[in-house]
């Protein structure tokens, strides 16, 4: 009896706590912009994570209430930092320039968007057209 409460102690220790399952919910109607060559490209994104521009705005520093854009995709907070490009359900690794543009990884592993395990510490995927959620239990 003292070998199998072991056993299901050391079992527990080594398995550790679940992991926290993300789901997928994608947001088509959601506004973004774009920071790039001096303007910001309000826009939305497709499912396939095409920007598709709705107004431009020379970047000055300032932007009016008025002229609210949406949320920036190419954040600074992306720079130098291993990031995922979405391209028809596939994601692509690289980077983001100083200039706002994705750069490819060469020779990177291209997956499967469907392949892709969410993980809050991991590789951003720049133009996601959505956002991952924690998965309720049931």
Do not use: H
């Amino acid at each position: 009896m003292g070998i199998a409460l072991t056993s299901t102690l050391l079992l527990c220790l080594v398995r550790g706590e679940p992991e926290t399952q993300y789901v997928f919910v994608e947001d088509l109607k959601r506004d973004w912009v774009l920071s790039r060559d001096g303007y910001f490209i309000g826009g939305r994104l497709d499912a396939r994570g095409e920007f598709s521009e709705t107004k431009r705005v020379k970047a000055n520093g300032f932007i009016s209430g008025s002229m609210r854009l949406g949320q920036l995709l190419n954040r600074d907070s992306l720079l130098d930092t291993s990031v995922y490009e979405l391209r028809s359900g596939t994601l692509i690794p690289g980077t983001m320039d100083e200039k706002g543009y994705f750069i490819p990884e060469v020779g990177g592993k291209v997956i499967k968007f469907s392949d892709y395990k969410y993980k809050p510490s991991g590789p951003v995927i720049w133009n996601l057209p959505g956002e991952f959620v924690k998965k309720e239990s049931k």
